[in-house]
């Protein structure tokens, strides 16, 4: 067997896996794409503030904080939809004034390098 | 010169100090965190015998690498001259370096 | 980009390893809407005044998102939270699909011919027995300027009334009136691009941070960039907007004249005023008379900070302060909306901002300027560009103006006596001749009366009596209950036109996608109801939107607001063009007044006599200084309504939320009105936070949730507007400004009890 074919078939080998722990890990994920019943007269902040006051707090003193881009923007409105981990295209609708360089840095999912909620950089 | 782009699965709880290490290797450029365990990569070396010792010895080197996948080789300078446009991937007809 | 080829094989590389994991690594590459499949569409936002620039992505007919687009200088590619969703609207629930006649008292799906017949019929037997004067037009600074178009010259120039009206009436009427008794011409001299050159900015009567996020945006940056720049708030209410506030002023409701004025006796006796300016540009009057310099500080020695803080409860060495702040600083820049414009003064109040320009020479240079932000995104560019009011006619013009009448009408091909000479009913008068039957019948475009209109629900008697024809794009909304025929509007995306911003800019919009159900864009249906009214010749000539524009604009020639050369060919190319702009060569103009605008370069040497601002809608090109009386609101705070209402918004809904209400997010956000009031008062009354109080005042009460908050000073309550369900416009006072007719939507009397 040549040294390519080898590579080959141990690179299948490792997609099959890959694809299946994936679909393990989206299995996880459906169980906690649920938001738990919260009562929906009242928003996002007002009952977060109570159950996670140190996120409101890191939210409140950053950009996004500023500008009142809230909760739901990246996590959904909680009922019609949820997000408990937002992915970057949300980001995106807006942050297309200032594109990110791939080259830069390597690591180009936003929340690898922002914190979400803080949007300081990790490290 | 080949050049392979690695998922390197990690334990999650050491996944920064594994992150640092390979960062900080001349030969591996980081592309970051995913998933909270994965850590995405590409390694550049000479030949193709030293990618794989270089990615053994990666596996053997630190217990919370759990796993190493490599998803795509290009090792095109072996074969062809750098002046052609080809870009190979795994799912590809790889060019046959024996 | 000088990727070389052994970076793109690692990045290559490293892509295809993320991929296997189902992330990617070029943001947004692995997300379907950011696909190559997906055709991005330069547009511009349906919600505020500002204008911001958005990509429409479009995937096999269908809007699939929105993102800021980058190349458009007023938001650099960023977005509000109210723009994120637009694209969900488009798709909404509430969308109407069907025209619909009122048949015993319920809605029934017809066809378009049979709505259009039916209008066209009860129109002409209404204007046949009763006359023109009959029949009214309610339009919006939400519709796009060829849209208003149509109806200005079906009713002014067809039907012959002038009972043509729109809501920027409700909103930017004090600001027109402002500029026009202060400059000579209505909207700004300067543009957004002073905000990035200011060194001070008056915010009043804005609460920026929540009703132009993108603007507070552009001020935070500038401010952040520049720590020397300061920032003077004057608002009743602490407001989002205080995160970069180095000075705020809570005048009471409504008695924020005198802090004006006292402001500019202070700028003149700590010698802040530019004399060579003054000499030079500016003249001064009262309300009777023209005043010397002399007189008018004389007329000023009244407003002693002492006396403005008795009126206004400001502390006198705050006003100080702030008289400071703008007289030091190099470049000012004042904004406001509807805090000053909704208000029995709001002209008054208007022309007392630009006196501290004039006074200070801070116009007319970079960053300087006085500058009202809008509120609606056409209420520039359609309805008081467009002359889609009652007093106006297309491109600035008058009705009163027999030459303007006649341009007019040689335009529109209709006989000059079809255009009456008297203005017609203000939206107000407009809505009271509805209820008194003296018009019988009101077509009512993209706007929402019933829950837009103060004192709200004196005004239902009309609609629920007269024949009332809305064309909506949403169903049900609180007007289109008293509809007796409803109309699906096209909505954003679903038609083309184009909408002229706060700065004068103006933006093309393609249609992207085919209307949804069998709506039609509204300048059609208004030009189809003309031709089933009898106006075949006036009408059957305006095949396209462009076809409509190309006339529009051939009537802005040569005026100041010249628009001839923004054509659709060339606004389809770029970001927007900011008027006058005269020529297709012509770059379209940053500041009126001034070197650069082709107006004031065109004038006669002798005529500028060396001058470099010349004023040229005022007699020698000189502005006026008003010394205008100070004057509280209509309905002062007493012993049985000892509180000050005053209303407005939350950054996540926006009017009466017929848009914002169909998103789920934004619903999710701030679900539900509710009243702030001031932990003083609160303890006092033995109110807690989430308590149901009622909230009444002498026009009409309504339950609410109380939010215990010190945002509004203590004797003053605020309460947002947009939700039906806890209608406050139902309490709020229909007394209006005697020179713009706006109403005081921003101050009442009121109490509050526990429920």
């Known amino acids: 067997m040549s040294k390519t074919t080898k590579w080959l078939l141990a690179v299948a080998g490792v997609l099959i896996i890959i694809f299946s722990l994936q679909f393990n890990l989206q299995a996880d994920d459906e169980k906690e794409e649920k938001h738990p019943e919260v009562d929906f007269t009242q928003s996002c902040m007002e009952c977060h503030k109570e159950v996670t006051p140190d996120i409101v707090r890191d939210w409140e003193k950053s950009k996004h904080g500023v500008m009142n881009f809230g909760c739901y923007m990246c996590h959904g409105d909680g009922q019609v939809e949820f997000y408990r981990k937002p992915s970057t295209e949300t980001c995106l609708s807006c942050h297309t004034g200032e594109p990110v360089d791939a080259r830069k840095g390597g690591n180009l999912q936003c929340f690898s390098c922002h914190n979400g909620h803080s949007l300081k950089f990790h490290q | 010169m080949p050049i392979a782009g690695i998922v390197v699965m990690t334990d999650e709880r050491e996944i920064q100090t594994v992150y640092n290490r390979l960062s900080a290797h001349e030969l591996i450029t980081t592309y970051g965190i995913h998933q909270d365990n994965y850590i995405v990569a590409v390694i550049e070396t000479d030949s193709l015998r030293q990618l794989e010792e270089l990615i053994d010895s990666l596996r053997n080197s630190n217990e919370a690498i759990l796993g190493i996948y490599p998803a795509y080789i290009n090792f095109e300078d072996e074969v062809f001259d750098n002046s052609k446009p080809v870009i190979e991937d795994v799912q590809g007809n790889s060019p046959n370096t024996d | 980009m000088g990727l070389t080829r052994r970076e793109f094989i690692k990045t290559s590389a490293a892509a295809a390893a993320a991929a296997s994991l189902g992330t990617s690594l070029i943001p947004g590459a692995a997300s379907q809407l950011f696909a190559d499949s997906t055709k991005w569409h330069k547009s511009v936002c349906r919600f505020c005044g500002t204008g911001c620039g958005v990509m429409v992505g479009e995937r096999d007919g269908k809007v699939v998102a929105v993102k800021g687009d980058n190349l458009n200088t007023i938001n650099k590619g960023h977005l509000c939270?109210?723009?994120?969703?637009?694209?969900?609207?488009?798709?909404?629930?509430?969308?109407?699909?069907?025209?619909?006649?009122?048949?015993?008292?319920?809605?029934?799906?017809?066809?378009?011919?049979?709505?259009?017949?039916f209008v066209a019929e009860r129109f002409n037997s209404i204007r046949k027995q009763y006359g023109p004067d009959a029949l009214a037009f309610y339009g919006s600074g939400q519709a796009e300027t060829e849209e208003t178009y149509m109806a200005n010259k079906l009713y002014k120039g067809c039907i012959g009334t002038n009972n043509m009206e729109g809501n920027p009436r409700l909103c930017m009427a004090s600001a027109v009136g402002g500029y026009l008794t202060s400059l000579g011409l209505d909207e700004p001299v300067g543009t957004y691009d002073d905000i990035e050159q200011a060194e001070f900015f008056m915010l009043i009567g804005s609460n920026t941070a929540e009703c132009h996020p993108i603007l507070f945006e552009r001020i935070i940056r500038r401010k952040h960039q520049n720590p020397n720049v300061k920032i003077l708030i004057i608002d009743p209410r602490k407001t989002p907007t205080d995160q970069i506030t180095d000075l705020h002023l809570f005048p009471k409701p409504g008695y924020d004249l005198a802090i004006l004025h006292a402001m500019a006796r202070i700028i003149i006796k700590e010698g802040y005023a530019d004399e060579q300016f003054i000499k030079e540009n500016v003249v001064f009057k009262d309300n009777k008379k023209d005043l010397t310099f002399e007189e008018y500080k004389q007329f000023l020695e009244?407003?002693?900070?002492?006396?403005?803080?008795?009126?206004?409860?400001?502390?006198?060495?705050?006003?100080?302060?702030?008289?400071?702040?703008?007289?030091?600083?190099?470049?000012?820049?004042?904004?406001?909306?509807?805090?000053?414009?909704?208000?029995?003064?709001?002209?008054?109040?208007?022309?007392?901002?630009?006196?501290?320009?004039?006074?200070?020479?801070?116009?007319?240079?970079?960053?300087?300027?006085?500058?009202?932000?809008?509120?609606?995104?056409?209420?520039?560019?359609?309805?008081?560009?467009?002359?889609?009011?009652?007093?106006?006619?297309?491109?600035?013009?008058s009705v009163k103006n027999p030459k303007h009448r006649e341009e007019v009408a040689k335009v529109w091909d209709v006989p000059v006596s079809n255009i009456q000479p008297k203005p017609g009913k203000h939206t107000i008068a407009m809505f009271e001749a509805?209820?008194?039957?003296?018009?019988?019948?009101?077509?009512?475009?993209?706007?929402?009366?019933?829950?837009?209109?103060?004192?709200?629900?004196?005004?239902?008697?009309?609609?629920?009596?007269?024949?009332?024809?809305?064309?909506?794009?949403?169903?049900?909304?609180?007007?289109?209950?008293?509809?007796?025929?409803?109309?699906?509007?096209?909505?954003?995306?679903?038609?083309?036109?184009?909408?002229?911003?706060?700065?004068?800019?103006?933006?093309?919009?393609?249609?992207?996608?085919?209307?949804?159900?069998?709506?039609?864009?509204?300048?059609?249906?208004?030009?189809?109801?003309?031709?089933?009214?009898?106006?075949?010749?006036?009408?059957?000539?305006?095949?396209?939107?462009?076809?409509?524009?190309?006339?529009?604009?051939?009537?802005?020639?040569?005026?100041?607001?010249?628009?001839?050369?923004?054509?659709?060919?060339?606004?389809?190319?770029?970001?927007?063009?900011?008027?006058?702009?005269?020529?297709?060569?012509?770059?379209?103009?940053?500041?009126?007044?001034?070197?650069?605008?082709?107006?004031?370069?065109?004038?006669?040497?002798?005529?500028?006599?060396?001058?470099?601002?010349?004023?040229?809608?005022?007699?020698?090109?000189?502005?006026?200084?008003?010394?205008?009386?100070?004057?509280?609101?209509?309905?002062?705070?007493d012993e049985d309504y000892p509180f000050a209402l005053t209303t407005g918004r939350v950054l996540e809904h926006w009017h009466t939320a017929t848009m914002t209400g169909a998103v789920p997010e934004l619903n999710r956000a701030v679900p539900k009105a509710y009243v702030e009031i001031h932990p003083e008062d609160a303890k006092r009354l033995k109110i807690s936070n989430k308590d149901q109080v009622v909230i009444e005042t002498r026009r009409g009460s309504l339950k609410i949730e109380a939010r215990v908050i010190d945002r509004p000073e203590p004797g003053t309550l605020f309460v947002p507007w947009h939700w039906e369900e806890w209608m406050i416009n139902n309490l709020t006072i229909d007394a209006f400004d005697p020179g713009s007719k706006e109403p005081e939507y921003k101050v009442c009397a009121a109490r509050i009890k526990k429920a």
């Not at chain 3, 015993?104 to 259009?116: C, T």
């Not at chain 3, 509807?338 to 501290?356: F, K, P, Y």
């Not at chain 3, 109801?529 to 106006?535: E, K, Q, S, T, Y």
Request: aromatic share 12%; net charge positive.
């Open chain 3, 81 to 117: 939270v109210k723009g994120f969703y637009l694209h969900k609207i488009v798709y909404s629930d509430t969308r109407l699909k069907h025209p619909m006649i009122k048949k015993d008292g319920k809605f029934q799906r017809v066809s378009w011919d049979e709505a259009l017949n």
């Open chain 3, 434 to 637: 509805l209820n008194k039957g003296e018009i019988k019948g009101i077509f009512i475009l993209c706007t929402n009366p019933a829950q837009s209109l103060p004192n709200a629900a004196k005004y239902r008697k009309g609609l629920e009596e007269q024949f009332v024809v809305v064309s909506e794009s949403f169903f049900p909304t609180a007007t289109t209950k008293y509809a007796d025929v409803v109309l699906p509007a096209a909505f954003w995306t679903e038609k083309e036109g184009v909408y002229g911003c706060t700065e004068r800019r103006s933006q093309y919009m393609p249609k992207i996608v085919e209307p949804l159900g069998e709506a039609r864009w509204d300048a059609f249906i208004l030009r189809d109801l003309a031709i089933r009214m009898g106006f075949k010749k006036e009408f059957e000539k305006y095949k396209t939107a462009e076809d409509i524009w190309n006339e529009y604009i051939s009537l802005t020639k040569g005026k100041d607001m010249d628009l001839s050369g923004a054509t659709y060919r060339r606004l389809k190319k770029v970001r927007g063009l900011r008027w006058p702009v005269p020529s297709e060569d012509h770059p379209g103009t940053y500041k009126r007044y001034v070197q650069g605008d082709p107006l004031f370069d065109e004038l006669p040497r002798e005529k500028k006599k060396g001058r470099w601002i010349y004023f040229y809608g005022k007699p020698e090109g000189k502005a006026v200084v008003w010394a205008r009386p100070d004057k509280g609101p209509e309905e002062p705070t």
């Open chain 3, 302 to 397: 009244k407003y002693t900070p002492e006396y403005a803080a008795n009126d206004s409860g400001v502390p006198a060495e705050d006003i100080v302060a702030a008289a400071r702040m703008f007289g030091r600083a190099k470049t000012a820049m004042s904004m406001w909306t509807m805090g000053i414009n909704q208000r029995t003064r709001g002209v008054w109040a208007n022309n007392l901002i630009t006196n501290l320009h004039l006074l200070t020479g801070k116009i007319g240079k970079p960053g300087c300027d006085s500058f009202s932000l809008t509120g609606q995104p056409n209420a520039c560019g359609g309805v008081r560009e467009g002359g889609g009011l009652c007093h106006l006619l297309p491109a600035h013009r």
